[in-house]
């Protein structure tokens, strides 16, 4: 039976653990050869590694995605193995502390902010580079961004990364505007509380603003699968309608 991304070529970044390490073996099991990148080199090299134990194709690489010269060098590395980038998912990114506005430190805020928001800008320069130099494959190029759900309905004890995850939504919309005439569609996914590392400090305090699986429709955990699956069909020919569309996947907390 065919995968929904036979053939293609994808990008993850933040691929050694959580959601990106999700997505990165999903796009591998429906059919794509898949470039695992992320800051940790071992983990991104033991998503790749599991990726290739499972039958499929899979490289890794170092990437600073604050840092445009690593970035380029990450692009440039997925089409010299493999011909072309096809997909992309901009994963990479961090939480940053637990804090109200008047006492953020400024040295977290301009970490979150650059992680979060100028990584993705930097990532999406280089991929879109790249893809406006290629034929368009079925479906368009896709490049799909994390966002979150603090994006859409602002959580006040994360206040840098709510408004880093706003800004991604902003970036999403507006690449998809002009790159949709040139066959390169662009979506965010906006996930709820997802059982990953990062959001370990939430499960911690589930009394936190905004966590409590009370909230959900859905009476169980989000799973780093819950959103791969969505990336890749996101990804795939089957969203070749989809663009410029922050997509919720949090067990209907927002309903």
Known sequence: MAGLVDGKVALVTGAGSGIGRATALE???QG???VAADIVSEAAEETAQQIRDAGGEAKSIYVDVTDEDTVRS???FTVAEYGRLDCAHNNAGILGPLSDIVDYPREEYDRVLAVNVTGVWLCLQAELRQMLLQDSPEGGHSIVNTASVAGLVSNPAIPAYSMSKYAVIGITTSAAKIYGPRGIRVNAVCPGMIETPMSQPFRADPDAPSTTRSRQAIDR???????????????????SFVTGTPVRVDG???A
């Open 221 to 239: 955990s989000g799973q780093p699968e819950d959103v791969a699956r969505l990336v890749v069909w996101l990804s795939s020919a089957a969203a």
């Open 32 to 34: 794509a050869r898949v």
């Open 74 to 76: 990450m692009v440039d």
């Open 27 to 29: 796009f591998a099991r």
């Open 252 to 254: 209907g907390a927002m």
